[in-house]
């Protein structure tokens, strides 16, 4: 099973049923439906907030969006990171939210099976406001967009290990270039991670190639900025 994918969930048939909810259950254990993403991140946004209210609590840590997701496969965490980016303008915040990101895309490119992130990481927090606004604002989006994405022109049909590893290299670049002191430069990147894990997860080549098209343009973005910066530079010291 791909690590970006979610587990098959594991159903037993009870004893006692009727034959047609045995007949049922066992369709629906030979044939699990995969929930979408933005169902996955609405239900672990609930539960965050749930928990947070039991404690009195008003930050959200990386490590709990770990433990909240990491049962569904790794794209929906992913996923969960680089909106937050996108919605989330906090000064400090790329470094916060970027770099969970490149942990998890160095997984994916080495093959890790679980999910690791320092500990240092794991305790970097957020307000929860940040969550519930990610939620309410990307859910919707990510809704239109996952009833047009299908499988198409996938171009690693049966090669799942081969397409983590291009997914988590794609992750790791981009995740990189949210870490870096552009101003607003997290983004672009950060919509790229989420064009992109969304074909990853639906084997949909087109959103893939949303994602690059978007991904090249961030990268247009940063070096302008990195060649007005220097241009700056030799101005204001070059005399």
């Not at 990268?219 to 005399?239: P, R, W």
């Amino acid at each position: 099973m791909s690590p970006i994918l979610p587990p098959a969930p594991d159903r037993t048939s009870p004893d006692g049923q009727d034959p047609d909810d045995l007949a049922e259950r066992l369709e629906e254990f030979i044939h699990p439906q995969v929930k979408p993403l933005s169902v996955v991140l609405t239900e672990a946004a609930s539960q965050i907030g749930s928990e947070l209210k039991e404690t009195n609590g008003t930050r959200v840590t990386v490590g709990q969006l770990v433990e909240h997701l990491s049962s569904r496969g790794l794209a929906p965490l992913v996923l969960l990171v680089a909106l937050l980016n996108v919605v989330t303008i906090i000064p400090g915040s790329s470094t916060i939210l970027g770099m969970p990101l490149v942990f998890l895309g160095l997984g994916l490119v080495i093959g890790a099976r679980r999910i690791w992130l320092p500990a240092r990481v794991r305790r970097w927090s957020f307000e929860f406001s940040a969550l519930e606004k990610t939620v309410l604002r990307g859910v919707p989006w990510l809704q239109k967009i996952e009833r047009l994405a299908r499988p198409r022109f996938w171009l690693w049909p049966g090669m799942e290990a081969m397409a983590d590893r291009a997914y988590g290299v794609l992750v790791l670049v981009f995740a990189l270039m949210i870490t870096l002191p552009v101003p607003f430069g997290n983004t672009m990147p950060a919509i790229t991670i989420t064009l992109i894990s969304l074909g990853f997860t639906a084997r949909d080549g087109l959103w893939v190639l949303a994602g690059l098209v978007t991904g090249t343009l961030a990268v247009g973005v940063i070096l302008g900025f990195a060649g007005a910066a220097a241009f700056l530079g030799m101005q204001v010291f070059g005399g």
